[in-house]
């Protein structure tokens, strides 16, 4: 039973260019969020999502960064004209169809932008 | 103050060595704490999950909570080096995202 995957493991980009990071979540799991760990500093929500909807953004930065969660296919965090303050390891986590407990959640290895 | 502070250590303890960790928060509406254990360059791990206050325990590692005191501590009985980790509190009111403190670096020494 394969939990969380992310792809990439690791990504580099430098200053002005996209990044798009990966997240499919457990089997059976239909609600994902997104964390950012900066260094030195504990996990920070950024949004949850549902397929096809988000339910709470009010971790995300206002410009440059929007996420997905297509009927088919990963969710996507997309940071647009990356900066070097965005270098930071990025996890997603999913929980159960139906559960809107925030607590059950699973979390995946992390993907780890680079920028620069 | 942040709502929720951990002391991010390091702390390093002998094997077999009883580890406690501990997290205080300021929002009284929290009701789900969890902890979390983060092996180096990978994803958090959930290793216990109590709801409101009280003890809960898992073979060598106790939960507890005290909602009185805005307190939660997770304590580790017979430390090993396997258990080398950073190991991150969380919380939440339920319906609200995750709050998790900065994480607390823990080397058990062989």
């Known amino acids: 039973n394969a939990g969380v995957m992310q792809n990439p493991r690791h990504l580099v980009r430098r200053r002005g260019q996209e990044a798009r990071l990966r997240c499919s979540p457990m089997?059976?799991?239909?609600?994902v969020y997104w964390y950012r760990q900066l260094p030195e500093e504990g996990l920070k929500f950024m949004v949850y999502?549902?397929?096809?909807?988000?339910?709470?953004e009010s971790g995300m930065p206002k410009e440059r960064f929007s996420a997905e969660f297509p009927k088919e296919g990963p969710s996507i965090l997309r940071i647009q004209q990356v900066v070097r303050g965005d270098s930071a390891a990025y996890f997603c986590?999913?929980?159960?169809?139906?559960?809107?407990?925030?607590?059950?959640?699973?979390f995946g290895p992390g993907t780890r932008l680079t920028v620069l | 103050q942040k709502e929720v502070e951990q002391d991010p250590g390091p702390l390093s303890v002998p094997e077999g060595a009883i580890v406690s960790l501990n997290c205080t928060y300021s929002?009284?509406?929290?009701?789900?704490f969890m902890w979390y254990r983060q092996y180096s360059r990978k994803g958090p791990e959930l290793l216990m999950y109590?709801?409101?206050?009280g003890n809960k325990e898992d073979g060598r590692f106790t939960a507890q909570v005290d909602k009185s005191s805005k307190y939660i501590s997770l304590f580790i009985r017979d430390s090993q080096p396997s258990d080398s980790a950073t190991y991150l509190c969380?919380?939440?009111?339920?319906?609200?995202?995750?709050?998790f403190g900065k994480g607390t670096r823990l080397s058990v020494i062989a």
């Open positions: 986590a999913s929980s159960p169809t139906g559960r809107v407990i925030y607590n059950e959640q699973f």
């Open positions: 089997k059976g799991h239909s609600h």
């Open positions: 999502l549902q397929k096809e909807n988000i339910i709470d």
């Open positions: 929002n009284s509406a929290f009701q789900y």
């Open positions: 109590t709801y409101s206050s």
């Open positions: 969380a919380m939440t009111e339920g319906n609200t995202p995750l709050v």
